[in-house]
């Protein structure tokens, strides 16, 4: 008997949302995941204008017309910032049309699965979205995104926000008490958010490191960090608690088979943790890619992609070798970008042009010790 067009394995944002787009798109699609429905509950956000227009405002907790940074000098970022709502994303991904297989993934190979009890499963094309599970232990080893964050309301964190509408970084140091950020060690930036109509996440974030800040130091930096703008935090409606690992295991997640999607296979930006927005956009391609019976892996890595991929994890390993000074200093050359810049090297993963340009005018307004130090680690080039 002729099995499924395609095989999902994983039913987190990137799984469900790929199902999805391949039920839309008329092709027989199974979804394997031990416990397919477990409720999200990470805060998800992205830039507005990255999000696919299949999806619709109800996905939306949350919106912003632009955003405010501070490194070095304080910058307004006039671009739309959208906080997903985790539950109404979920609902959104229906998995109407999908064949639902609750069991784990015992063994893996691009035309089958093997779940429990030796079910075997067999599709022309397999698709693996299990993030760091895919992985096994060598993500644990890997360089991780940290954070820990409270939610409270929205006059509470006023003067956090200081008038803006949301703050995607601030470097600064505490108001008040020693600096947590000595050099040496690994530094984190406040990010603040709106995640309802009166509900803020104030969220202290280390953005990548090996080995990355505990959560409970991140906790301790927060707790110090609002002590100086007169918050206690007593009455958090939620605390956040986020580790995760922001590289895959292969440098070359394009020849890894069965191919991987999501944050499992070079979807996350390495020098941001983000990767929901590129999974949600880069379903509906690779949906038709299976559709057109097309090779997906070349669909979804182009030569063009796969250069970005490259210099996307040279910048990653400049960021692991920078000190903290040294760091501000970065965010701060690469917030003053033009905005088409930034967006080339935040959300676009096949922009070689602008991705390169982008690199090319932050290492211009570097000071000439800093310039030293990226020139070292990306001739290295390892993360």
Do not use: K
Not at 209 to 229: I, M, Q
């Amino acid at each position: 008997m002729r099995g499924p067009a395609a095989i999902v394995i994983g039913a987190g944002p990137s799984g469900r949302a790929l199902a999805h787009r391949l039920a839309h798109h008329g092709v027989p699609v199974t979804l394997i995941d031990s416990r397919v429905e477990r409720r999200w509950t990470a805060t998800y956000a992205a830039w507005t204008d990255e999000l696919p227009a299949w999806l619709d405002d109800s996905v939306i907790a949350a919106r912003t017309a632009s955003v405010a940074a501070h490194a070095v000098h304080r910058r307004h970022i006039p671009r739309g910032y959208s906080v997903f709502d985790t539950v109404g994303l979920q609902r959104r991904l229906h998995l109407d049309g999908v064949d639902v297989v609750e069991a784990r993934a015992r063994h893996v190979a691009p035309d089958r699965v093997i779940t429990d009890g030796g079910t075997v499963h067999r599709a022309g094309t397999v698709f693996d979205c299990r993030g760091a599970a895919a992985d096994g232990p060598s993500a644990r080893a890997a360089p991780r995104q940290t954070a820990f964050g409270i939610v409270v309301g929205r006059d509470e964190a006023a003067p956090v926000l200081d008038g803006a509408e949301a703050v995607l970084m601030d470097w600064r140091a505490p108001r008040h008490g020693p600096p947590w950020s000595p050099r040496g060690a690994a530094p984190s930036f406040l990010y603040a958010v709106p995640v309802g109509d009166d509900a803020i996440l104030l969220e202290e974030t280390c953005l990548i490191g090996r080995p990355a800040l505990p959560v409970a130091e991140l906790a301790d930096r927060l707790t110090v960090r609002l002590a100086g703008h007169g918050i206690s935090g007593d009455g958090a409606r939620h605390r956040e608690r986020v580790s995760f690992p922001v590289l895959v295991a292969s440098p070359t997640p394009w020849r890894l088979e069965p191919l991987r999607f999501g944050a499992a296979g070079g979807f996350v930006n390495p020098t941001t943790g983000y990767g929901v927005a590129t999974a949600l956009r880069w379903a509906d391609t690779a949906a038709r890619a299976v559709a057109d019976d097309e090779d997906a892996s070349e669909v979804l890595w182009p030569w063009r992609a796969r250069q970005v991929w490259r210099l996307r994890l040279r910048g990653a390993a400049v960021l692991l070798g920078l000190d903290p000074v040294q760091t501000v200093r970065f965010f701060d050359a690469f917030l003053a970008l033009p905005l088409e810049s930034q967006r080339s090297y935040l959300s676009e993963r096949a922009d070689l042009t602008g991705t390169l340009a982008a690199m090319r005018r932050v290492f211009a307004a570097l000071d000439q010790p800093t310039r030293t130090t990226l020139v070292r680690r990306t001739m290295r080039g390892r993360t």
